[in-house]
């Protein structure tokens, strides 16, 4: 046998016997022909070797193994306890994937030998849920099954997805917006165009004074629910810029143009530096033109001002501001975070639902907030910003994740309630995974990364469930693994080339992507530990995950990288 080669055992009882004297799992494969085991690196040869006690058996001449652990199909990989209860089982595990299992099978061993020695093989193969790599595969697996879910439930009357009520959906037009300009599929933009066309040109639409009601009771968004909520109009608002940006279509900025000015007049508290909730139905009022409106008694606005919602709305609001260059706009980005910090905020570090709540227990005000402190560093630099979101999502890691099973949870368990009924939303842990990976890519923190996968991991057996609301669980598997685009932007701030090329970069669209500008004056010291080259002239250095590109120098040079990513394929 050579040197790398795994030391297959012969299948008979006594392995069963030598696996409870070493206290090793069982590797059982049934009909693995060589070229797959050859493909396994030395690495996960010599794991599978110290930690298990590897089978490798020909299924027509072990009829009995294959009746007894049901793998049915040519090429089946099985992990067993030394009892040979099936702890993971799998018709096809790739050589990407598989040293990656076997780690996490011998974690979930190691922790749970206890119910490992007893007869609860689905509760056993429940907590091995999330034992699988996240892959290029899973990735392309899970991209598929949301544009299926989008064109099976897409209106093509109407436009929209579903039949009633109607909902807008931004998250999903976003994320269909980010596949088409990766891949140029037409039917994706007529999904898009229509969609978006006809809800601004709806009902749900308010044209006399700006902004989204919450759904339409009919097919046709008619008949809106007369109820206009901050953090919807924040989402829209991001989403009709991103159709700008790819689409250049005038129309999308004057829709976003308007829902801007609605949140700002109506639900802005200039004195606060805050964002209301949100603005009650009004179904007499909102259904009379405007010289009608002005004899009418306005709808009560809901004058609490929410974390999560103020902090969804500053990041669409800087992502307006990026576009434009208007500096008001960076300026009430910025006073909404340092109103976070200095209200909101509570002694252990972690960001409170609104300003009088007693406990800060709700994820999503954690994964916003730090998502806008995160936006803030991209956009101007300060280092400060990143610190205040590496600070809070260390103490979400700390109360919020769930070591036994993995993910986070919605909310802080309370006394009496019990560890089964807490939940984990998919989206909001998506949000936070993609955060991770914002915060690795910045810090090299492999913490981060971690964090991220195991989240992703946990949910990769029931996205499922979600239907469409699984694309942004799809957005941050694509992110982990093809890697964050980071534009790196080395010069001197306050030079006006190194402004108009901050401006040209941050006008361009790149989903999930970040910024940095690195200050040679300010951060000097930094920038030579990194590697990068100070230089007279600014440079912006691209990185894709762990491989970097030679660096650019002008918006031309930009845009026709950003144009070669495109890789115009559709998944199939």
Not at 224 to 247: C, G, M
Not at 551 to 561: A, K, Q, S, T, Y
Request: glycine share 6%; aromatic share 14%; with cysteine.
């Amino acid at each position: 046998m050579g040197k790398n080669s795994i030391k297959w055992n012969e299948w008979d009882e006594s392995v069963f016997s030598k696996a409870r004297e070493e206290n090793k799992l069982i590797l059982l494969s049934i009909s693995a022909p060589w070229c797959y085991w050859c493909h396994v690196d030395d690495q996960a040869i010599k794991y599978i070797n110290d930690n298990f006690v590897p089978i490798r058996i020909d299924m027509d001449k072990s009829l009995d193994a294959d009746g007894r652990y049901k793998l049915s199909g040519w090429l089946s990989t099985a992990i067993l306890s030394p009892n040979g209860q099936v702890i993971i089982r799998r018709t096809y595990i790739s050589p990407e994937e598989l040293l990656h299992m076997l780690k996490e099978a011998n974690r979930l061993y190691r922790e749970f030998n206890d119910e490992m020695s007893g007869r609860d093989n689905k509760k056993i193969e429940k907590k091995a849920i999330y034992v699988r790599a996240i892959s290029k595969n899973v990735c392309n697996e899970i991209q598929a099954y949301i544009l299926k879910s989008a064109m099976d439930m897409f209106d093509t009357k109407y436009g929209g997805f579903g039949k009633r009520p109607k909902f807008l959906y931004p998250e999903l037009l976003s994320y269909l917006i980010g596949y088409f300009y990766a891949t140029n599929d037409e039917n994706i933009k007529r999904v898009i165009v229509k969609t978006m066309d006809i809800m601004y040109g709806s009902e749900v639409y308010d044209r006399v004074e700006g902004g989204f009601f919450r759904y339409a009771a009919e097919r046709d968004f008619s008949n809106p629910n007369y109820e206009k909520l901050l953090d919807d109009n924040a989402r829209l608002l991001s989403l009709y810029i991103e159709a700008y940006q790819v689409f250049n279509h005038p129309l999308y900025m004057r829709v976003a143009e308007d829902i801007l000015n609605y949140i700002e007049k109506y639900l802005y508290d200039s004195k606060k530096g805050l964002f209301y909730g949100g603005q009650i139905a009004g179904q007499e009022y909102y259904k009379a033109d405007k010289i009608k409106r002005g004899k009418l008694k306005k709808p009560s606005i809901d004058k609490t001002f929410y974390a999560d919602k103020n902090s969804l709305a500053a990041v669409s609001i800087l992502k307006y501001y990026s576009i434009t260059g208007k500096s008001e706009y960076m300026k009430i980005a910025k006073r909404i975070a340092d109103k976070l910090l200095e209200k909101f905020m509570d002694k252990k570090g972690l960001i409170k639902h609104h300003p009088e709540s007693k406990e800060a227990n709700i994820l999503e005000d954690q994964v916003y907030a730090a998502d806008l402190f995160t936006n803030l560093y991209s956009i101007t630099g300060d280092k400060t910003y990143l610190d205040e979101s590496m600070k809070l999502v260390d103490r979400v890691i700390d109360v919020f994740y769930d070591d036994r099973d993995r993910g986070f949870l919605d909310f802080l368990p309370i006394e009496g309630i019990k560890y089964d009924q807490i939940s984990k939303s998919l989206p909001v842990n998506s949000e936070m995974a993609l955060l991770c990976l914002k915060l690795y890519t910045f810090s090299n923190n492999r913490a981060y990364h971690r964090k991220s996968e195991e989240t992703l991991l946990y949910f990769s057996r029931i996205y499922r469930e979600y239907g469409i609301f699984a694309s942004l669980y799809s957005s941050a598997v694509k992110a982990f693994v093809d890697g964050i685009y980071k534009f790196t932007l080395v010069g001197k701030k306050d030079d006006i080339q190194t402004k108009d090329l901050f401006k040209d970069l941050r006008t361009l669209y790149f989903p999930d992507g970040i910024l940095e500008i690195l200050d040679t004056v300010r951060r000097k010291e930094e920038i030579v530990k990194r590697g990068y080259t100070i230089d007279e002239t600014p440079h912006i250095y691209i990185c894709i995950g762990n491989k970097c590109l030679p660096p650019v120098n002008n918006g031309e040079d930009l845009n026709n990288f950003l144009k070669s990513l495109q890789t115009r394929e559709e998944v199939k």
